[in-house]
């Protein structure tokens, strides 16, 4: 009996100080979560917009970068990311949109960015995403996120929204073979920042 009473005092004691530690090296590496995820929020956008860097800059350099060619500004309930020249021209060069939603195995995550007209496609990048490798996984994949540089968000009777594997208009691309879930999900992500967007620019004007 005494056995188990010190066993028992003894695993609650050790499992006390371990949930303690852990809970001490997650405060103090906090911080450095945070700033690595905001290093890689900025990656995302400065690749969506174009705006040039090199790949080994610094996690510094890179903010550097984005504090001297974008602001961040409200456009109804959406945060947009204007591409602006540092010379201080006002109209901007383009913007970029974050989007985000359910994937099939997890959270999609990532930034669309538009040309000046705020309707052609500049670029888009994935900052998060769970897809099967080799699979839904390719969204990422530089084959297919070029494919929608040049397309528009609108189709040709001005219905806003992304065609994924719905034929060549203008604002449709391939889809994945194998990926057609993820596929799926990845245009009902996309459609709803789009028609926010547009719905929110038309009622700014």
Known sequence: MKDSLYTIGYA???GTLCALLLTGVASFTAPYKANNARVEEVLSILTALGIPHAPDDSAARLLEIFDANVREARQGDSTIYIYASPEGEEEPQAVALKFAGP?????????????????????????????TPGLGGEIGAPWFREQFVGKTIVDRTGQPGISIGGGQGANAVDAITGATMTCDKLEAILDGVISRFVEERHEGQ
Do not use: V
């Open 12 to 14: 609650g004691i050790l």
């Open 103 to 131: 994937g099939l195995w997890g959270p999609i995550e990532g930034f669309l960015a538009l040309e000046a007209d705020m309707k052609t496609i500049r670029g888009l990048t994935f900052s998060h995403q769970e897809e």
